[in-house]
């Protein structure tokens, strides 16, 4: 079936009759006793949690994550979220959906970014360096990975070459702070391209990702020493201390012991490495917030890994000066309507506070 609603353009007391992907299933009991059918739906635009009151055992069986559904229902706003109300669900044989429609990609395309990347390193001044990341990268195998996959499960960059976007972003902003902070480009570089390139694989393909068993029993910061060891021992005379930074960078690129960082960052290469990949990641995040949250109104939900409600609008500019009259009642508006009142605003935070919930 053709797909014409998607998820960013349901508001509040629409009628829906659409397909989805299920992220998410399980039943659920209400504080009634009655059991109900709580679900994550969602397509190329974003999801949606959603509810099912009736038949929730039934539909269970028969539905399970990863499984294309056309739903009919209508959208609810609940505690200042979107929620849909699911009237009827049913499932979806290959072929009556178009793929397309529900896996969310990079705005940019990754041939591209793959060749930007590679140009940023052939730019590069330190030869062994330089030699060891374009065997890498040029490998048949994690080049095809890289250009696919997701840069997680669902925090930041989780989307269909949102990696490859991730560490292009990161190798760009190595090569501009390299030279700002006086540190040497090279291990920047190369810290930025091979930090979280193990996740090819420690995450499976997407668009329903998971942990692999080598992600879950080894993870991407130790096997990222095992690919440095294997590429640079194909390469003559490789330094041995070189080799030792490098691999330094990878096993501290998460910056603490308790995010999964067997070392600290001990070298101002690997310190920047670590304050890039917390940047990048952080501001993606933001953005998804922005382009995905269903609260209603400019505030989003609380975001568990922001930790923080984040202001969806975007911020006033002002290219020209005001004058004076605009000024004024602008002023006399805002009290008209307590826009600006600060009991009001509190009041606002206070209700989004009562709300925080964790899921
Ligand atoms: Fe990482
Ligand atoms: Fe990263």
């Given at each position: 079936m053709k797909k014409t609603q998607f998820i960013s353009m349901l508001g509040a007391k629409d009628e829906v009759e659409s397909s989805f992907l299920v992220k998410y299933i399980a039943v659920a009991t209400g504080k009634d006793g009655k059991s109900y059918l709580n679900l994550i739906l969602t397509d190329n635009s974003g999801e949606i949690e959603s509810?099912?009151?009736?038949?929730?055992?039934?539909?269970?069986?028969?539905?399970?994550?990863?499984?294309?559904?056309?739903?009919?229902?209508?959208?609810?706003?609940?505690?200042?979220?979107?929620?849909?109300?699911?009237?009827?669900?049913?499932?979806?044989?290959?072929g009556q959906y178009e793929p397309e429609d529900f896996i969310?990609?990079?705005?940019?395309?990754?041939?591209?970014?793959?060749d930007e990347l590679v140009s940023i390193v052939n730019s590069l001044e330190e030869i062994y360096i330089k030699d060891l990341l374009l065997l890498i990268l040029n490998e048949y195998e994690i080049k095809r990975r890289l250009m696919l996959w997701q840069a997680g499960k669902s925090i930041h960059h989780a989307y269909q070459s949102g990696l490859l976007e991730h560490i292009l972003s990161c190798t760009k902003l190595a090569n501009i702070l390299?030279?700002?902070?006086?540190?040497?480009?090279?291990?920047?570089?190369?810290?930025?391209?091979?930090?979280?390139?193990?996740?090819?694989?420690e995450l499976t393909e997407g668009p329903n990702v998971d942990y692999t068993e080598e992600g879950k029993l080894i993870g991407h910061l130790v096997k990222?020493?095992?690919?440095?060891?294997?590429?640079?021992?194909?390469?003559?005379?490789?330094?041995?201390?070189?080799?030792?930074?490098?691999?330094?960078?990878?096993?501290?690129?998460?910056?603490?012991?308790?995010?999964?960082?067997?070392?600290?960052?001990h070298t101002s290469e690997a310190y920047l490495v670590h304050l890039i990949d917390l940047m990048d990641?952080?501001?993606?995040?933001?953005?998804?917030?922005?382009?995905?949250?269903?609260?209603?109104?400019?505030?989003?939900?609380?975001?568990?890994?922001?930790?923080?409600?984040?202001?969806?609008?975007?911020?006033?500019?002002?290219?020209?000066?005001?004058?004076?009259?605009?000024?004024?009642?602008?002023?006399?508006e805002n009290a008209k309507t307590n826009k600006s009142d600060p009991k009001d605003l509190k009041q606002t935070l206070g209700s989004k506070l009562k709300d925080f919930k964790v899921d």
């Amino acid at each position: 079936m053709k797909k014409t609603q998607f998820i960013s353009m349901l508001g509040a007391k629409d009628e829906v009759e659409s397909s989805f992907l299920v992220k998410y299933i399980a039943v659920a009991t209400g504080k009634d006793g009655k059991s109900y059918l709580n679900l994550i739906l969602t397509d190329n635009s974003g999801e949606i949690e959603s509810r099912k009151w009736q038949e929730a055992e039934m539909v269970a069986g028969k539905i399970k994550a990863g499984d294309f559904v056309v739903v009919s229902g209508k959208v609810n706003a609940f505690q200042g979220r979107l929620q849909l109300i699911v009237d009827k669900v049913t499932k979806l044989n290959e072929g009556q959906y178009e793929p397309e429609d529900f896996i969310k990609k990079s705005n940019s395309a990754p041939e591209k970014m793959f060749d930007e990347l590679v140009s940023i390193v052939n730019s590069l001044e330190e030869i062994y360096i330089k030699d060891l990341l374009l065997l890498i990268l040029n490998e048949y195998e994690i080049k095809r990975r890289l250009m696919l996959w997701q840069a997680g499960k669902s925090i930041h960059h989780a989307y269909q070459s949102g990696l490859l976007e991730h560490i292009l972003s990161c190798t760009k902003l190595a090569n501009i702070l390299s030279v700002h902070y006086q540190v040497n480009r090279s291990y920047v570089v190369a810290g930025c391209i091979l930090h979280d390139l193990c996740k090819i694989y420690e995450l499976t393909e997407g668009p329903n990702v998971d942990y692999t068993e080598e992600g879950k029993l080894i993870g991407h910061l130790v096997k990222g020493l095992e690919v440095v060891d294997h590429y640079a021992q194909k390469i003559k005379n490789f330094p041995y201390q070189q080799k030792m930074h490098i691999k330094h960078i990878l096993l501290s690129h998460h910056g603490e012991y308790e995010y999964g960082s067997p070392k600290i960052p001990h070298t101002s290469e690997a310190y920047l490495v670590h304050l890039i990949d917390l940047m990048d990641s952080k501001m993606s995040s933001m953005d998804q917030v922005k382009k995905t949250d269903n609260s209603t109104g400019y505030w989003s939900g609380m975001i568990k890994h922001l930790d923080r409600v984040v202001y969806k609008n975007e911020l006033p500019s002002f290219t020209n000066y005001q004058d004076d009259n605009v000024e004024r009642s602008e002023k006399s508006e805002n009290a008209k309507t307590n826009k600006s009142d600060p009991k009001d605003l509190k009041q606002t935070l206070g209700s989004k506070l009562k709300d925080f919930k964790v899921d």
